[in-house]
């Protein structure tokens, strides 16, 4: 299986995680010049810009750097101004999926900050 089917894979399984945890689910995949957001949900009038990592034999989490958040943080500035949300409350999260495609595990961090 490519990488791109894992991340598929990965992204479907946040958004399952994410529904179950009462979020609706806005767009996938929003691509942006400089980069791309894996998910855009809503929940409690808050816009949630959400990266999704996987990974087997490591830990994906290490794959989440301040880069990575400056260009989630530009992409979400795009998509609250495209969408009409430029008032919005937003916040930068990480979905974390560690296993294989039959016992993995979920994790959601919310919230993330630049240090």
Do not use: W
């Amino acid at each position: 299986m490519n990488t791109k089917n894992k991340g598929n894979i990965a992204e479907t399984k946040a958004c399952e995680f994410l529904e179950k945890k009462g979020f609706n689910i806005l767009e996938r995949n929003f691509y942006f010049k400089g980069g791309e957001i894996d998910i855009i949900a809503y929940k409690n009038n808050t816009l949630h810009f959400i990266e999704v990592k996987s990974g087997f034999k490591f830990e994906p989490i290490y794959n989440i750097t301040p880069a990575k958040i400056k260009r989630i943080i530009k992409g979400a500035h795009i998509y609250m101004r495209q969408k009409g949300f430029a008032s919005s409350p937003f916040c930068i999260d990480a979905i974390i999926i560690k296993g294989d495609s039959v016992k993995n595990s979920v994790e959601f961090f919310e919230n993330l900050t630049l240090i």
